[in-house]
């Protein structure tokens, strides 16, 4: 046998990162690779930035436009129906203002003033006054021009006709009309009293619904009868109308009224 020495084999170099393995231990290695990756994506960003933000630029094509006058457009041949206008055009002169004429002022003939009247008197006497001129007297005055007004209303034809009388403080007293004429069954209750023939005068005051009340005996004949108080008691039940006065009837103005009694009858009035 030969004794031949055995020689080792070649040594490798070892890769980077098993260097750094080895080195730094596999923490390092991992923070160097998270480095580096992420400084590669920073630069990646840093190129792509530009083109996204910077808009892409528009060419918007340029409008030329050119002045120029525009040709005058060829006069118009005169026709035989419309002479062409030879003489230009002046202006219109401005038409004189007529003064309006005046209005003649009336004459007015009013007469001359009478010369004064000189009278010579000479020095150291006294002028006879009857030898004076006098004025001539003047004429009688004219009488006084009457105006006149309208014409006062008269009385309405339908008014109620005033009587003679007054009632108890003085009012004035109209012809009673009446409503309804009262029963003979209504008075011969309060007459049956009376002595016949008689006669009674009362004064009432209307009130509302053709009635009355504040009545008042005028008079009666003969005296003594005792129809007035018979009258005044039945009162109650008249029914009479208002006065009418200027074609309105009037309630609280006084009536005048009058009872007959008879022998076989009472009429009322």
Not at 22 to 36: C, D, K, S, Y
Not at 196 to 221: G, H, K, M, N, Q
Not at 229 to 242: D, G, M, T, Y
Request: charged share 20%; proline share 17%; aromatic share 6%.
């Amino acid at each position: 046998m030969s004794n031949s020495a055995v020689l080792p084999p070649p040594d490798h170099a070892p890769p980077p990162l098993s260097r750094l393995r080895e080195r730094f231990g596999t923490r390092a290695v991992a923070i160097a690779l998270a480095l580096l990756v992420e400084l590669l994506l920073a630069l990646l960003l840093l190129t792509i930035a530009p083109r996204i933000l910077t808009p892409p630029e528009e060419t918007v094509p340029m409008a030329t436009f050119g002045v120029s006058p525009e040709p005058e457009p060829a006069p118009e041949p005169p026709s035989a129906a419309r002479p062409a206008e030879t003489a230009p055009r002046t202006a219109a002169q401005p038409r004189p203002v007529e003064a309006e004429p005046q209005p003649a002022e009336p004459a007015v003939n009013d007469p001359a003033p009478a010369p004064p009247v000189l009278l010579d008197i000479p020095l150291g006497r006294m002028p006879d006054i009857g030898a004076v001129p006098r004025r001539p007297a003047a004429g009688p005055a004219a009488p006084a021009r009457r105006v006149a007004g309208p014409p006062a209303p008269g009385p309405d034809p339908g008014d109620s006709r005033r009587v003679e009388g007054r009632g108890p403080n003085g009012e004035p007293l109209y012809a009673a009309a009446w409503y309804r004429k009262p029963y003979d069954s209504e008075l011969r209750g309060y007459l049956s009293t009376a002595r016949a023939p008689s006669w009674a005068l009362i004064a009432c005051r209307t009130v509302a619904d053709f009635r009355i009340d504040s009545c008042a005996l005028l008079d009666e004949y003969p005296e003594g009868a005792n129809i007035g108080r018979a009258v005044l008691a039945a009162a109650w039940q008249f029914r009479v109308r208002p006065p009418r006065l200027r074609g309105q009837y009037q309630v609280g103005e006084w009536v005048r009224i009058r009872i007959d009694c008879g022998l076989d009858s009472v009429a009322a009035e």
